[in-house]
């Protein structure tokens, strides 16, 4: 089956579209990642105030909140797998 021009266009125009969204959600990654190594101490902090977390529980508070950011990652990443290379992999090589 071959494409028209404008079917053409639209599909580059995708593919740009999910390699920029690919390129972003993994510059998020990596900055949600920096800020734990950096700045954990901080983040824990805050919230640890917000929700009144008392000093006796705050080792166990700041285990749980680093197993859930890394679990979060874990699904951000899949998502941007499935939702941006996926199809950005599909349009770059489904192209004659």
């Known amino acids: 089956m071959f494409m028209t021009d404008s ?11 999910c390699l920029r969204a690919l390129l972003v959600s993994f510059g998020f990654l990596l900055f949600w990642f ?27 508070f700041a285990y749980d909140a680093k197993m ?7 699904v951000f990443k899949l998502a941007a797998f499935l939702l941006f290379l996926i ?10």
Request: aromatic fraction near 10%; charge should be negative.
């Open 7 to 17: 079917s053409d266009d639209c599909c580059r125009v995708a593919e740009r579209f």
């Open 87 to 96: 199809p950005w992999l599909v349009l770059r090589f489904s192209r004659n």
């Open 68 to 74: 859930v950011n890394y679990l979060l990652m874990g």
């Open 34 to 60: 920096v800020l734990m190594l950096l700045a954990w101490d901080w983040v824990v902090g805050i919230h640890a105030a917000m929700m009144r977390i008392e000093e006796a529980q705050m080792a166990q």
